[in-house]
């Protein structure tokens, strides 16, 4: 006979670890079935030759907000690390993200005034009040130089499309800085779980059952899922059977390779490799995230590629055809009184891991609060 559950949620990573968690500490039996053969969604590591290498590509803690800093500290100590990516162009390398340190080097500058000098002739050539695409929002923002050699082949290769198809909104992630300060982020706290992230989700699961190499189709199909609650982390229109069409996804590929004598391959954990000729987007070099000093290294070389149903989806494609289509399935969504949706495919939505966990306790907060 079946163990009877209050909980199915669909999805190891941190939105179904975090309300598993939440649950548990209220006193819900929870069941998590998970479609890979390991817990943790994309924040997984795999420990080679003792180093943590991030299996789904580069994941780096980061977030202002206290309460999830203060949350996730429970599960791990983190380290001072501070994302510092390089770029390479041609036979040029540049510090990221676009500061006086990235200035300096393409123009021979030393000061904010000339940086600033350069940028405003070069925006004011375009004269762009309200970009369309992603190419007029960077040469609005930046100028033709920065575009050209550290933007646009870049984010061809990672959404395969040029940049004129673009939505300009995926560049206001991208800061600028008239300072020299090569930390990417602008977060208050910031760093790696010592360690790796697996711990994580280990601790946030202790005393869940979980099922592995199991999906929400299967599961259904072979066992009685009435009474129980459902907490879907997959995709939202697969839920639905796609009903309405696939939403559009990018995925990445990673192509890793264990380098014996080989100590420190680039001296930093990410390279950006900006030239579209060139068929990846970066090389990271794991051991770099937890300052490692074991003998030898692993690298990754990132692929950015198309995505259809059965391949891993990673970015949702947020432009408007894409979000009109989301809005369908999220009115169904709505409809579906026993199914809590979350996580960035249950939402359709680009997280960061401190956004993940925030929608998490807020998921949980609202389904636990006390009536």
Not at 41 to 52: S, W
Not at 195 to 210: C, M, P, S
Not at 300 to 320: A, F, L, Q, R, T
Request: with cysteine; charged share 25%; proline share 3%.
């Amino acid at each position: 006979m079946d163990k009877k559950y209050d909980y199915l949620i669909v999805g190891s990573g941190l939105f179904g670890a975090v309300f598993a968690y939440e649950a548990k500490k209220r006193g819900k039996q929870c069941l998590v079935i998970e479609k890979r053969n390991h817990i943790g969604g994309n924040i997984y590591c795999e420990t080679v030759n003792g180093i943590h290498v991030h299996k789904y590509g580069a994941h780096i803690f980061h977030t202002s907000n206290k309460k999830v800093w203060d949350y996730i500290n429970q599960f791990a100590q983190f380290n001072n690390y501070v994302n510092s990516p390089v770029a390479v162009y041609k036979d040029e390398l540049y510090n990221l993200p676009f500061n006086m340190n990235t200035f300096s080097k393409m123009w021979g500058i030393k000061t904010p005034q000339q940086a600033k000098e350069i940028i405003e002739k070069q925006k004011a050539e375009y004269n762009i009040t309200e970009p369309k695409n992603l190419e007029e929002q960077a040469l609005s923002l930046i100028g033709k130089d920065v575009y050209e050699k550290l933007i646009k082949g870049y984010t061809e290769k990672q959404w395969g499309r040029s940049c004129t198809e673009l939505p300009s909104f995926i560049i206001r992630r991208l800061p600028v800085r008239y300072t020299y300060d090569n930390n990417y982020f602008n977060d208050r706290y910031q760093g790696i779980p010592i360690g790796g992230y697996n711990q994580i989700i280990e601790k946030l699961l202790d005393g869940t059952d979980v099922l592995l190499e199991t999906s929400y189709a299967d599961y259904i199909k072979a066992h009685d899922i009435s009474g129980m609650k459902i907490v879907y982390t997959g995709n939202i229109d697969e839920y639905f059977d796609y009903k309405f069409g696939a939403l559009q996804y990018r995925t990445v590929r990673f192509e890793t390779e264990i380098l014996p004598d080989v100590d420190n391959y680039q001296g930093n954990a990410v390279v950006n490799y900006t030239e579209r000729e060139i068929p990846f987007t970066r090389i990271i070099e794991h051991k770099h995230f937890e300052f490692s000093t074991v003998p030898g290294t692993v690298i990754s070389k990132e692929y950015s590629s198309e995505w259809s149903v059965g391949i891993e989806p990673y970015y949702p494609i947020n432009n408007d055809e894409n979000n009109a289509l989301y809005q369908k399935y999220a009115t169904l969504a709505e409809k579906e009184e026993n199914v809590i949706f979350g996580g960035r495919l249950g939402k359709y939505q680009y997280y960061d891991m401190d956004k993940v966990i925030d929608a998490a306790l807020a998921a949980a907060e609202e389904e636990f609060k006390e009536n």
